[in-house]
């Protein structure tokens, strides 16, 4: 059995609600990892740096791991996973505001003069104030009420995450300054998922004009 294969077995009810837990499970580990070393003394040097680069980082990975759902359902013809895509975004968004808490809070105390300062001199800072208050309104917004209230400027504002995971690898990028193979790795899996989409996209759009062609040309004949 291949992977297309495998992928297009829809799993059950009770299996879905399994895979569900699973996931929500996992997504917890890097915040239980966090508590372990920091309750046994093993957040380093500089903790408060420590829980700031580890929360940032899971926020980011979660970003890319919910954007490559629709990839998965344009490549192998399967759209089951997509249900998994609210939750998945909801725990990014729960590591984002872990990370900018940390930044905050731990890092300078809400003291906004020094957090002012610091953004002036390290413009990284503000990219990633950016990505994260454009995340607010899609977890604000991520239920089905908003989906019904909204309709179709749902779609519209839901697609701010392409612009949210560009900002959060410039902000990796720029933060890392000189080693930068880390977020380069990520850059090149945003830019594979954003392509099977633009792939997918222009495909459809040339089949769209290829029938209006024909059907202005049946009409002609």
Request: with cysteine; proline share 3%; glycine share 4%.
């Given at each position: 059995m291949?992977?297309?294969?495998?992928l297009?077995?829809?799993?059950?009810?009770?299996?879905?609600?399994?895979?569900k837990?699973s996931?929500?499970?996992?997504c917890?580990?890097?915040?239980?990892?966090?508590v372990?070393?920091g309750i046994?003394?093993?957040l380093g040097?500089?903790?408060v740096e420590f829980?700031e680069?580890s929360?940032?980082?899971?926020?980011l990975v979660?970003?890319?791991?919910?954007?490559?759902?629709?990839?998965?359902?344009l490549?192998w013809g399967?759209?089951?996973q997509?249900?998994?895509?609210?939750?998945?975004g909801?725990?990014?968004?729960f590591?984002a505001?872990?990370h900018i808490?940390?930044y905050l809070?731990?890092?300078?105390?809400?003291d906004w003069?020094?957090?002012?300062k610091?953004?002036i001199?390290?413009p990284?800072v503000?990219?990633?104030?950016?990505?994260y208050?454009l995340t607010v309104?899609l977890a604000?917004?991520?239920?089905q009420y908003?989906?019904q209230v909204?309709r179709?400027?749902?779609?519209?504002l839901?697609l701010s995450v392409?612009?949210?995971?560009?900002?959060?690898?410039?902000h990796f990028?720029?933060l890392v300054?000189k080693?930068v193979?880390?977020?380069l790795?990520?850059?090149?899996?945003?830019?594979?998922?954003?392509?099977?989409r633009?792939?997918?996209?222009?495909r459809q759009?040339?089949s769209?004009l290829?029938?209006a062609r024909k059907?202005?040309l049946?009409?002609v004949?």
């Amino acid at each position: 059995m291949d992977i297309k294969q495998f992928l297009r077995r829809v799993p059950s009810r009770s299996q879905i609600s399994w895979i569900k837990s699973s996931i929500f499970l996992l997504c917890l580990v890097p915040l239980i990892r966090l508590v372990w070393l920091g309750i046994h003394d093993g957040l380093g040097a500089n903790p408060v740096e420590f829980v700031e680069r580890s929360t940032g980082f899971w926020a980011l990975v979660i970003l890319l791991a919910t954007l490559s759902l629709t990839p998965i359902r344009l490549l192998w013809g399967v759209s089951w996973q997509l249900q998994f895509r609210r939750m998945v975004g909801l725990m990014m968004f729960f590591y984002a505001s872990l990370h900018i808490t940390a930044y905050l809070w731990l890092d300078y105390g809400f003291d906004w003069s020094d957090i002012a300062k610091d953004i002036i001199k390290h413009p990284y800072v503000l990219v990633g104030a950016t990505a994260y208050l454009l995340t607010v309104p899609l977890a604000v917004t991520s239920n089905q009420y908003m989906m019904q209230v909204l309709r179709q400027h749902w779609k519209q504002l839901h697609l701010s995450v392409y612009l949210i995971a560009t900002l959060g690898v410039v902000h990796f990028w720029w933060l890392v300054k000189k080693d930068v193979r880390e977020p380069l790795f990520y850059a090149l899996v945003l830019a594979l998922l954003l392509g099977v989409r633009l792939f997918y996209k222009l495909r459809q759009m040339k089949s769209k004009l290829d029938k209006a062609r024909k059907i202005k040309l049946s009409a002609v004949i």
